[in-house]
């Protein structure tokens, strides 16, 4: 079954095509990768697929239902989660209140400075849960600008699975990463995301066919081939516009 998917779809930015009939197929409880050349319109895809930008034309659905140009709060009520290429936490909170944050978002309890969420003992020991998960408990009250960048990262990551989405969006979840930062983020997705459904945006070729189950290869605006991992490792057309260059 396909959770996830688009049809037709195209986008500009005043009148540049940025997307060409892209045709997206993500099956529920998959790892999927979206490649590509710098350009290609993967963040672009991203954008339109939570609700950020709306298409020009086309269509996106979400576990069965239309919900081309829904807005992002939509998009998280109906069970999407994202992380962003850039970093995106609440910098002044600590590691604590923002994954606090989104245990809150996903019980449907909305946060304000009258509530006395931390008396709430079962969101506390959730949320310290989580932590423990993610190896972040040590630095439990620590401000998440105090982080180090991996570990900001990893945050971030578990922020957007804390509301425990049907399908987690991760817009270059490695980027910027040291060579030890990326194994522990590619364990910790791997860890986090078991069984469930992942879009995931990489420039790390490793990081993608180590984690990948399916993979979609996008080149100027456009579907350029999809498949599993060593079909796409072997396809010409792919080495040609993208994986020769990476492995040259």
Do not use: C, W
């Not at 498949?227 to 040259?248: S, T």
């Amino acid at each position: 079954m396909n959770i996830l998917e688009t049809k037709g779809l195209y986008h500009d930015f005043n009148r540049l095509e940025v997307l060409f009939d892209v045709n997206l197929k993500v099956k529920e409880g998959e790892r999927h990768a979206i490649i590509g050349p710098n350009g290609a319109g993967k963040t672009t895809l991203f954008n339109v697929i939570t609700g950020t930008y709306a298409p020009s034309r086309g269509a996106v659905f979400f576990k069965g239902e239309v919900v081309t140009g829904a807005k992002p709060h939509r998009m998280v009520r109906l069970g999407m989660g994202r992380s962003f290429q850039i970093t995106s936490t609440f910098n002044r909170l600590t590691a604590f209140q923002n994954i606090r944050m989104g245990v809150l978002s996903r019980r449907g309890i909305r946060f304000n400075f009258f509530r006395k969420v931390d008396k709430m003992e079962d969101i506390t020991r959730e949320t310290d849960e989580i932590l423990k998960r993610i190896n972040l408990y040590g630095e439990r009250n620590m401000p998440a600008s105090a982080l180090s960048y991996g570990k900001h990262r990893s945050l971030e990551i578990s922020m957007a699975l804390a509301t425990d989405p049907d399908v987690v969006m991760l817009d270059e979840p490695t980027a910027g990463m040291s060579k030890d930062e990326t194994r522990y983020a590619v364990e910790l997705i791997r860890k986090l995301t078991e069984g469930k459904t992942a879009v995931i945006i990489e420039h790390d070729m490793d990081v993608v066919f180590s984690l990948a189950d399916h993979i979609t290869v996008l080149h100027l605006g456009t579907i350029l081939a999809s498949g599993p991992p060593d079909k796409i490792r072997k396809n010409k057309a792919v080495k040609d516009a993208y994986l020769g260059e990476m492995e040259g």
